[in-house]
């Protein structure tokens, strides 16, 4: 699975759009963008993944670049509830794959 | 659906003691995995199954270390003889498959604190 590279921390006001950035430059053509979180002393949580085409759901939008070296998570409006660590990670598909590789992930701080 | 149950939430152990962990899927999940977690660290991954076959196992996973699925529902972990470093959150996720639209969902984790 390819690598990613994420920032440390982000801060965010709330109510405001948080737009968590994501570098997998050596992403291959049959791996996908998944998008966790982790709330202190709980499981992480799935968000939203995506191959190619843009993603949104009803927590979140994924806005991932023409040649996929790159992605962005997008909240739309913050809460403080959304304080977490978010995980970017590359896994590709089919039977072969299992395991989520996990980095440090982006604290985000949503301030009031 | 349930979702992914682990239990027990927390266990606090003696160095040297054995310890089991137990994770019940969501239900219709024929995939299971275990990851463990120290402070400050993304989980990293340590085994997973396909229904009661274990499909790959993490250079984690020490000789100390044995999951089972004997009839591919639940499963458990144990750690025989345990130790300081062994001090972690273990979480338990299942999916439906392995395609990209099979999404992994996670327990709450068994806190592990060795003394």
């Known amino acids: 699975d390819a690598k990613t590279t994420q920032p440390t921390s982000m801060d965010c006001a709330e109510g405001r759009a948080a737009n968590l950035p994501c570098n997998h430059s050596?992403?291959?053509?049959?791996?996908?963008v998944y998008w966790y979180r982790q709330i202190h002393s709980q499981g992480p949580q799935y968000i939203i993944h995506?191959?190619?085409n843009n993603e949104t759901n009803e927590m979140a939008s994924l806005i991932i670049t023409e040649d996929r070296k790159s992605s962005t998570l997008i909240l739309p409006h913050a809460t403080l509830r959304d304080t977490a660590v978010y995980y970017c990670?590359?896994?590709?598909?089919?039977?072969?794959?299992?395991?989520?590789?996990f980095g440090q992930g982006t604290i985000l701080t949503v301030h009031p | 659906d349930t979702g992914v149950s682990q239990n027990p939430r927390h266990k606090i152990t003696k160095r040297g003691q054995n310890v089991t962990f137990r994770c019940d899927p969501i239900?219709?999940?024929?995939?299971l995995y275990w990851y463990r977690q120290t402070l400050g660290q993304g989980p990293e991954f340590l085994t997973y199954?396909?229904?009661?076959?274990?499909?790959?196992k993490s250079r984690l996973l020490s000789d100390r270390f044995s999951a089972e699925r004997p009839k591919g529902s639940f499963s458990t972990l144990e750690i025989q003889r345990t130790e300081q470093g062994d001090s972690a959150m273990y979480l338990c996720?299942?999916?439906?498959?392995?395609?990209?639209?099979?999404?992994?969902?996670f327990g709450a984790g068994t806190r592990l604190s060795v003394l």
């Open positions: 996720a299942s999916s439906l498959g392995a395609a990209a639209k099979n999404i992994q969902y």
């Open positions: 050596t992403i291959s053509g049959n791996e996908y």
């Open positions: 995506g191959l190619k």
């Open positions: 990670i590359v896994r590709g598909s089919g039977t072969s794959y299992g395991k989520l590789t």
């Open positions: 239900s219709e999940h024929n995939r």
């Open positions: 199954f396909q229904n009661e076959a274990q499909l790959e």
